[in-house]
């Protein structure tokens, strides 16, 4: 029972091209994330979410937009692809309101984009 | 080990060993720590969290220490097996925000 899964797995696809990876969890949580994770498996956040309200927005290019649709799901759309934008994009979410304070962040298994 | 400069820092013991694996946190007002294990092709996987009340946190197997005064975070594995072996990034957390370190890559000789 995936608690975060993301689709599609792997994407490879051609620069100037403009793709979707799409994200949902099943844990309830009321926090979404979206990072990527370089080539030295370096991790960087990109965007945050709480209660569908965009609360992150680290110095990422307006190419990616992020959208959640609801609590339960958040897709990252990403315009113009360019070399640099490979990478995995690993999607998260935690629970962070309520009296228990900050919680781990669950991860899905990434998507792997290759740009051609 | 312990992440600096761009290069995956790496540590390798001998199976049965006890590991440490050492992290150097930025923000002084993170007042939430985490431990992830992360195996190939997979996603980040949690392990144990403190918090910034306390110093000391031990889970199975793994144990987390946190010296506030110079930004410091370790992780210690008793007894070290082969299903270890992968890269560990600490966390730290302030508000929603969360930054990982550069991770080390841990590989348990048989």
Known sequence: DTAVSQTPKYLVTQMGNDKSIKCEQNLGHDTMYWYKQ??????????????????????VPNRFSPKSPDKAHLNLHINSLELGDSAVYFCASSQDSGTAGNQPQHFGDGTRLSIL | GESVGLH????????????????????????????????????????????????????????VLLNKTVKHLSLQI?????????????????????????????????
Request: proline share 4%; glycine share 6%.
């Open chain 2, 8 to 63: 995956l820092p790496t540590l390798s013991v001998q199976e049965g060993d006890n590991s440490i694996i050492n992290c150097a946190y930025s923000n002084s007002a993170s007042d939430y720590f985490i431990w992830y294990k992360q195996e190939s092709g997979k996603g980040p996987q949690f392990i144990i969290d403190i918090r910034s009340n306390m110093d000391k946190r031990q889970g199975q197997r793994v144990t």
């Open chain 2, 78 to 110: 008793a007894a070290t097996q082969p299903g270890d072996s992968a890269v560990y990034f600490c966390a730290e957390r302030w508000s929603f925000d969360m930054r990982f370190g550069a991770g080390t890559r841990l590989t348990v000789k048989p």
């Open chain 1, 38 to 59: 370089d080539s030295k498996k370096f991790l960087k956040i990109m965007f945050s979410y709480n209660n569908k309200e965009l609360i992150i927005n680290e110095t």
